[in-house]
């Protein structure tokens, strides 16, 4: 464009006229949809794939060439991991490998609702806590009563109080993360509320609820939606927990604690009863955290980079 102006503009005689250069910055390419997302934070996009693959691991348990979880076979006890038990038998001659499979569906349903349920609440309460300051003292002191127990022990004294079961374990666990996400959501509302948009939209006469969902709530979701993931992982580790202590589900439901808790006194001789529900939550934990980081990168402006 430069050259062609250039060219046609008459040049007075004795004027010199500067060459055209090179662009010596290259444009930048940015990718975009969810396929560009994915490729400029392989992070994510490695969680997510191990993520997905478990999920469907759970989803389709009985189609992949496993047994009754539950059947007991004595005459099949202790077997190594063979062509015929990949992963075993345990103590009672049940299928280890139908066992971890199927209690992938327990971990992943512990984790996922307990994420959800723990993170609308603690939005609402940290929402409130963070703008309405009469009621910030309050909500507060419950806050920092419930965070002043750790959270196994609190989920061990829910469980107390109830009988085993997969619902009162999201329950237990999830009253016991709330308080962690309602003190992020407070934090970020705090420095949120003294921005110019917030006291314009409170000049111009802006209800108080108009103003949490207008302009506080859509710039809380990002870092919201990082705590969530690691909220999931706490979560699958402590209903573990629970169920290798024998409080969490009750041991006719096969879930990874449940299998390592039944294995842990035969672990010197038969180490892969608990080997193989341990490495699956492993990889569990680590692909939710993996999408936490990678998230909390893609999310976070000042770490944010376009490839």
Not at 13 to 41: E, I, S, T, Y
Not at 61 to 73: C, G, I, R, S
Not at 149 to 172: C, E, F, H, Q
Request: glycine content about 8%; overall charge positive; some cysteine.
């Amino acid at each position: 464009m430069t050259a062609s102006i250039t060219s046609s503009v008459p040049v007075p005689p004795g004027l010199a006229v500067a060459q055209v250069l090179p662009d010596l910055m290259l444009p930048v390419k940015v990718r975009r949809g969810v396929l560009g997302f994915l490729r400029n934070n392989p992070t994510v996009a490695i969680g997510g794939a191990l993520l997905l693959l478990l999920v469907l691991i759970g989803v389709f348990a009985p189609y992949l060439w496993t047994v009754d979880p539950t059947a007991l076979a004595p005459a099949k006890r202790m077997r190594p991991p063979s062509e015929q038990y990949w992963f075993g038998t345990d103590a009672l001659g049940r299928d280890v490998f139908s066992r971890v499979i199927f209690g992938t569906r327990v971990s992943l349903t512990v984790g996922l609702s307990v994420a959800l349920l723990a993170t609308f609440a603690g939005l609402a309460i940290g929402l409130v806590s963070g703008f309405v300051r009469w009621a910030d003292s309050i909500i507060m002191r419950i806050m920092d009563g419930l965070m002043s127990i750790p959270p196994i022990l609190l989920a061990i004294a829910l469980m107390a109080l109830t009988r085993g079961s997969v619902r009162n374990v999201i329950m237990s666990i999830t009253i016991a993360e709330i308080p962690r996400v309602s003190r992020l959501v407070r934090g970020v509302v705090l420095s949120l509320r003294e921005q110019p948009y917030v006291d314009a939209a409170i000049a111009c006469g802006t209800r108080t609820p108009m103003i949490i969902l207008r302009h506080i709530l859509p710039n809380t979701l990002a870092p919201l939606l990082v705590q969530a993931t690691y909220v999931c992982a706490s979560a699958m580790i402590v209903e573990a927990i629970l169920s290798f202590i024998g409080a969490g589900t009750p041991p006719t439901i096969p879930s990874w604690g449940n299998i390592m808790a039944e294995g842990r006194a035969l672990w010197q001789v038969k180490p892969f009863i608990v080997f193989f529900p341990a490495a699956f939550l492993s990889i569990t934990v680590l692909a939710v955290n993996l999408v936490g980081d990678g998230l909390r990168d893609a999310l976070d402006p000042r770490m944010a980079k376009n490839l």
